[in-house]
């Protein structure tokens, strides 16, 4: 069965602190594609990162880093320096072999000013 | 471009009332989907379509039915509304299925 955990429901920091946001997933598919969404409090869903399954590579774009282990099954999302705009529920998706998006339940992150 | 556009944004339904909320994007995008978020439990896939004409079924099918008579329209059915579709309907779009999804603003539904 495909399975993506987000452990954290909620999360609440002090502006400028670093944060990070997990995600474990669970697939028998070797390929597969990984994504992460952000929902800010106006309610729409903007789309952030899509990691393949051959690409371990970290990514960093600005404040927003993402690191993607194969060996255990995470693809977790660091905010560095923290904003009050960064706060929103995060959600990680998988896409299985149909290219379905299995959604994790949602990291809802504070920022506080 | 609008991208994808999503009416209403908001509905009340009695219950075993039908209505059908829109959904139209100007992308020129094959795969369009619509999801349903409930509290708790992120989204969760209702139907889908790779293409005018072919739909098929997402996780939580029953209850809703869809069609996909031009790739911009993908309007998502409900035939007789119950308390259990009571959530928040989102619709999206993509180049390809495994490509990034483009979502609308979404249309909050409640059923009495």
């Known amino acids: 069965a495909q399975k993506v955990t987000q452990a954290q429901t909620e999360i609440s920091v002090v502006e400028k602190e670093d944060v990070t946001l997990d995600c474990v997933y669970e697939?028998?598919?070797?390929?597969?594609?990984l994504f992460w969404y952000k929902q800010p409090p106006s309610g729409e869903l903007v789309f952030l990162i899509r990691r393949n399954s051959f690409d371990e590579q970290n990514e960093i774009s600005g404040r927003y880093s993402w690191n993607f282990q194969k060996s255990t099954s995470s693809f977790n999302f660091t905010i560095t320096a923290s904003q009050v705009v960064d706060s929103a529920v995060y959600f990680c998706a998988l896409s299985n072999s149909n290219y379905q998006l299995i959604w994790g339940a949602g990291t809802k992150l504070i920022i506080k000013p | 471009n609008a991208g994808v556009t999503q009416t209403p944004k908001f509905q009340v339904l009695k219950t075993g009332q039908s209505m059908t909320l829109q959904c139209a994007q100007d992308m020129n995008h094959e795969y369009m989907s619509w999801y349903r978020q409930d509290p708790g439990m992120g989204l969760r896939l209702i139907h889908y379509s790779v293409g005018a004409g072919i739909t098929d079924q997402g996780e939580v099918p029953n209850g809703y039915n869809v069609s996909r008579s031009t790739t911009e329209d993908f309007p998502l059915r409900l035939l007789s509304a119950a308390p259990s579709q009571t959530s928040v309907y989102f619709c999206?779009?993509?180049?390809?299925?495994?490509?990034?999804?483009?979502f609308g603003n979404g249309t909050r539904l409640t059923v009495t």
């Open positions: 999206a779009s993509s180049y390809r299925r495994e490509s990034p999804l483009h």
């Open positions: 697939t028998r598919d070797t390929t597969y594609y």
